[in-house]
């Protein structure tokens, strides 16, 4: 056999010995001799980058997971201000809500959530005995009536809703930053917060902080 010859089957041998095992395992041949490619496999991981790329890739991604599932139940839940003070009489928002949630393609999350009735039923010295009894009592109100109300809409198929009972913060945005940046849009947008003048212009609300005012006439924008 020729030098080229015992190349070539030696190639031959490993190329055979990564396409059966791919990028799993190494150790010795059933024989119980390590072959060509279990060597090489001991030595090199035959699978780089892209073994590692995916790992890279979920430890990255598996955050914004759990950011999203947040969203979703947030988006899920039906809070107190969908229900009138007290009661468990859900306003026109509660329904326009339950309609939003119903009409989700191509099918709707059959979990809900309703806000804890925390807000409704303030704490006293009169109550403080059978508070918990009595919030209880009016988020179960509540959840027949988010149930009663979505068998009412039309729906391609039948769903089955469960509702559960949390507690989360009610969600928001500090409407100051989007006044800010609407006064001083006629004028240069920022996104600084600020209070309108007389003028259109706005002036920084922090101590220190800078003057947001209309351009001088005739300066280019």
């Known amino acids: 056999m020729t030098k080229s010859m015992r190349a ?8 055979a010995g990564l396409g059966s095992v791919g990028c799993v395992g190494t150790g010795a041949h059933r024989g119980g ?11 090199v991981d035959p699978c780089y980058p892209e ?5 890279a890739r979920q430890a990255t991604i598996a955050p914004f997971a759990q ?4 969203g979703h139940v947030l988006n899920q839940t039906i809070y107190t201000y969908y229900f009138e003070q007290g009661t468990d009489k859900l306003t026109p928002a509660g329904t326009a809500k339950l309609d939003s949630i119903a009409r989700t393609r ?3 999350d059959p979990k809900l959530y309703i806000q ?15 508070i918990v009894e009595l919030r209880a009592e009016l988020d179960a109100k509540r959840a027949a009536a988010v149930q009663k109300y979505l068998a009412t809409v039309p729906a ?16 928001g945005v500090n409407a100051e ?29 922090g101590g220190g902080g800078t003057s947001l005012t209309a351009p001088p006439a005739g300066t280019p924008r």
């Open 8 to 15: 070539a089957a030696a190639a031959a041998v490993l190329t």
């Open 177 to 205: 930053f989007a006044t800010g940046a609407y006064r001083t849009s006629a004028v240069n947008y920022s996104g600084a917060r600020g209070t309108g003048t007389a003028n259109g212009a706005a002036i920084g609300t």
């Open 116 to 130: 804890a009735a925390t807000d409704d039923i303030l704490l006293t010295d009169a109550n403080a005995d059978k």
């Open 67 to 70: 950011q999203v599932h947040n």
């Open 156 to 171: 391609y198929a039948p769903v089955q809703y469960e509702v559960a009972v949390h507690n989360p913060a009610t969600p």
């Open 51 to 55: 073994r590692y790329n995916h790992a």
């Open 106 to 108: 191509p099918a709707p």
């Open 33 to 43: 001799d390590a072959t060509l490619g279990d060597r090489y496999r001991n030595y």
